[in-house]
Structure formats: C-alpha cells, structure tokens
C-alpha cells in the first residue's frame, strides 16, 4: 500500500465548530469528507481570504474597506 492509497480512504471527523456569533459556531467541519477535498476546499477559501484581505488594504480605487477585529476564542 502506498502512502497515496492510505491517505485517500481518510475523511474527515467532523467534530470542530469554529468562528462563533452569538455563541453558535457559524462555520464547522462536516463528517465524512474526503481529507484531500477538505483540504482543496480550505486553501481556497484561504486564497479568496488573502486575496480580498490585500485588494482591501491596498487597493485605493476600491469601495471595499479593511479592518481588523480580534476575537478570543473560549
């Protein structure tokens, strides 16, 4: 078996809410999904985040504003 082979057959558990409003977890991790398109789908997002993150900051001929807010987590 190939480390390809192990890794493939790994979904995820689907036991981690995070980034919570009003105390509700706004976004989680759901159960079952495969662990190589959780992990395409995370970058992705990640890349959008950054992206619009750096048009915001950067960007002055643009209506879209960038801020910072911290929120500690319990």
């Not at 192990?6 to 980034?19: A, R």
């Not at 915001?56 to 801020?67: G, V």
């Amino acid at each position: 078996m190939t480390e390809t082979d192990s890794t493939s057959d790994l979904k995820t558990i689907g036991l981690t809410p995070f980034i919570y409003c009003a105390n509700q977890p706004l976004f989680h991790v759901s159960a079952g999904v495969p662990i190589g398109d959780a992990l395409i789908q995370a970058s992705d997002m990640l890349f959008l985040v950054k992206a619009f993150a750096e048009e915001a900051a950067y960007d002055k001929a643009t209506d879209r504003h960038a801020w910072l807010r911290i929120t500690w987590l319990q």
